[in-house]
């Protein structure tokens, strides 16, 4: 599991390098993010990794004798996801039916001009159907 770093508002791991000022392309603002150069800064991955990597997050926790607020792995229309939340940051990562990362939604608890929300690529608009909930209610 990745080591999250605090970088001002921002999460390093979820949101890219440390800084707010607008990187990229003009559609690469600090609310949105280029699906590409998301993944080129190592935050895509496949299905069945970020799969691997909550469920060891979840036993963690529980080891510790807590869990996550939030986290599930299901479908969302045509597409697959996986959700968590700490209470102070989550992910939700949306995969094609090959398992290949296509957008990933980042929140925080800080509210900043973003209000607390960061987008790689197209988020699916659709319903989160969870097929495996882990940390029910948030707790163990």
């Known amino acids: ?9 921002h999460l390093a791991t ?8 607008t990187r ?18 190592g935050g895509c991955a496949s299905f069945e990794k970020r799969s691997a990597e909550l469920r060891d997050q979840v036993a963690a926790h529980r080891d510790g004798g807590s ?6 792995i299901g479908t969302c ?22 398992g290949r990362q296509v957008a990933a939604v980042m929140s925080t608890d800080i509210i900043d001009e973003c209000k607390g929300k960061v987008v ?4 699916p608009t659709c319903t989160l159907a ?9 707790g163990p």
Request: charged fraction near 25%.
């Open 24 to 41: 990229g392309p003009a559609s690469d603002s600090s609310c949105t993010r280029d699906l590409v150069k998301y993944c080129a800064e």
């Open 77 to 98: 229309g045509d597409y697959k996801y996986v959700d968590f939340s700490d209470g102070f940051h989550g992910r939700t990562a949306y995969f094609d039916s090959t």
């Open 120 to 123: 790689a690529g197209t988020a």
């Open 1 to 9: 599991m990745k080591k999250l770093a605090y970088c001002g508002f």
């Open 14 to 21: 979820l949101f890219g390098a440390c800084g707010r000022k």
């Open 67 to 72: 869990c996550l607020s939030r986290a599930s």
């Open 130 to 138: 969870p097929t495996e909930t882990m940390c029910p209610d948030g």
